[in-house]
């Protein structure tokens, strides 16, 4: 990936100049049909240029015309810049596309003058701001001793602050009324800070909300003590399960081109995301069909029977017991028959049962991806690839114990109970 600097060059300048140059035409000509062709007049070397510096009234006209072609030159940006540019953005798609349309009004007589102006003033556009307090998470959690980074990269980072009774802070995103319901609970909350447009920033705040109150619940379901945090050699941290969340965040604001070969990264990555949309979900059907794509982004693979091959990889790896194998199989393959079922228009009974037990799985698969992959990078080995993972699971599949590096996790009472009946 890149900066904003890096991308705004010769590349995308050429881009511009092509597209610059289809609007061009279709301005003059419908200069011309609305009577202003006068207007137009040849330069030195012969190209057709507007002679109309000091007439507001038909540079209104060629910028209105302009803002109708956003549609041609948005996909140069989207592809040329916000794909390639550094994670979490500094600048939005919108912030570039009103500067092009803004500052590209008419032929200059050199082009690249205009796109040296544009590129001044998009590079200036982001400034060093800082977030309003963003919830997270709310519950008794004692006061955090100094701000806990989540996120770091070159240009912004991600604090965790927090211990604060909800009514003290008066500035705090909340999206609904049911979030003053805590008002005698403490809160943790986040803060970004980095160089940003305004635009920018409130995408960030929302992406950051997003995604750690849908990783502090799932993680109450593996820990429902207090958040605890330890301290060693590198300083303060979470404990349990909560520790991961740090991973998660790096995971979602990963630099991984969307080009790039299948990889774990990439796969936890998608995981988070598509849990992030299955908690916003109102409908119960969409949000457990959800949770099983999350399930499947992390350890699914091409080939006949997806239902049968994700239940018999997910219960290698989260069900150590051989003799409870058969019963984590039937229940996975259960709730993704019943996310099949959803999303083809049948009703299945319980949907809100198995939609929480869908998210308890696959924030379960995700703890277990990021512990394997904690494990890999510790023990000095190379970054695990999706078929490695698949190797590792086929060897264990008829043997007892879990995936090296793997906790045992609350996803077990699922289907324990079925094989301690009677």
């Known amino acids: 990936m890149a900066t904003l600097e890096s991308l705004l060059g010769e590349k995308l300048s050429e881009a511009l100049q092509e597209v610059n140059s289809y609007i061009e035409k279709f301005v003059l000509r419908s200069l011309n049909e609305a009577g202003f062709g006068d207007l137009a007049r040849s330069d030195e070397s012969g190209e057709t240029v507007l002679d109309c510096e000091s007439d507001f009234d038909v540079l209104s006209v060629i910028y209105n015309l302009r803002a109708t072609f956003r549609s041609r030159y948005e996909p140069v940006f989207q592809a040329l810049v916000m794909d390639e540019l550094d994670h979490p953005h500094a600048i939005t798609l919108d912030d570039l596309c009103l500067g092009f349309s803004g500052h590209f009004k008419k032929k200059w007589s050199e082009f690249s003058e205009t796109f040296d102006v544009f590129r001044s003033a998009m590079l200036a556009l982001p400034s060093w701001r800082r977030s309003e307090p963003v919830m997270t998470a709310t519950g008794k959690y004692a006061p955090l001793p100094t701000p806990l980074v989540l996120f770091q990269s ?59 109150r849908s990783l502090f619940s799932a993680f109450k379901e593996f820990d429902e003590r207090p958040i605890k945090l330890v301290f060693d050699e590198t300083g303060m941290k979470f404990a349990g399960c909560y520790k991961l969340i740090p991973d998660c965040l790096a995971a979602y604001f990963s630099d991984t081109p969307q080009k790039k070969k299948d990889s774990m990264d990439r796969r936890i990555r998608n995981a988070v995301h598509l849990l ?147």
């Open 154 to 212: 070159s240009e912004c980072q991600i604090l965790l602050v927090g211990g604060l009774p909800v009514g003290a802070i008066e500035k705090i995103n909340m999206s609904t009324d049911d979030d003053y319901r805590w008002i005698n609970d403490n809160c943790l909350y986040a803060i970004i800070e980095g160089p940003f447009t305004a635009p920018a920033l409130d995408r960030v705040s929302q992406q950051v909300r997003s995604v750690l």
């Open 276 to 422: 992030v949309e299955a908690d916003r979900q109102e409908h119960d059907a969409v949000g457990l069909a959800l949770c099983m794509s999350a399930a499947e982004a992390l350890i699914g693979k091409k080939g006949p029977e997806i239902a049968g091959m994700i239940a018999d990889s997910a219960a290698t790896i989260l069900e150590p017991e051989l003799a409870r194998r058969a019963a984590a199989v039937a229940k996975i393959k259960k709730l993704y028959n019943a996310r099949s079922m959803l999303l083809h228009g049948s009703s299945v009974a319980g949907e809100p049962r198995a939609r929480q037990e869908a998210r308890l799985l696959a924030s379960s698969l995700l703890i277990a991806m990021l512990e394997r992959r904690k494990f890999v990078a510790a023990a000095g080995f190379d970054p695990e690839t999706p078929d490695d993972l698949q190797r590792e699971i086929q060897k264990l599949k008829f043997k007892p114990g879990q995936l090296t590096g793997v906790s045992d996790l609350a996803v077990r009472s699922l289907w324990q109970t079925e094989t301690d009946a009677p």
